[in-house]
């Protein structure tokens, strides 16, 4: 079964927002296999291309490398919690999936998304 690179979109973005398998299948009306595999191929792009999901017409700026520490993980095995000093001063961090990451771990990050709402950064 071919899917379209629309509906592809949509299940990554399901898959960020923390879905399951299962619940993308049923709301983008695919079988959960093909979701699983949508979502692994587009794990190893992302190892490929740095885990960063860019586009060239819009690159991202340089920023400096700062240093954090690991808070927990999240749904999605691409994302942990870090934070900067103070627990309360949190932040997504994207990384290779399947590594461990344990608490309090020190870790060096660099920022790759500039929003202040929800600033988005990757592990150096």
């Given amino acids: 079964m071919s899917v379209s690179e629309k509906t592809k979109e949509q299940v990554l973005e399901l898959r960020d927002e923390g879905l399951t398998y299962e619940q993308i299948a049923k709301k983008v ?18 190892v490929k291309e740095g885990m960063i999901r860019q586009s060239t017409e819009n690159p991202l700026p340089e920023s400096e490398i700062l240093d954090a520490k690991v ?6 095995p691409r994302i942990i919690m870090i934070y900067f000093g103070k627990r309360e001063n949190q932040a997504k961090c994207v ?12 870790i060096k990050v660099k920022k790759v998304e ?9 592990l150096i």
């Fill in 114 to 122: 500039f929003s202040e709402a929800e600033p988005l950064y990757r």
């Fill in 71 to 76: 808070l927990k993980p999240c749904v999605n």
């Fill in 95 to 106: 990384v290779t999936p399947g590594y461990n990451y344990p608490y309090d771990k020190e």
């Fill in 29 to 46: 009306k695919i079988r959960k296999s093909t979701v699983g595999q949508i979502v692994r191929s587009q794990s190893a792009a992302d």
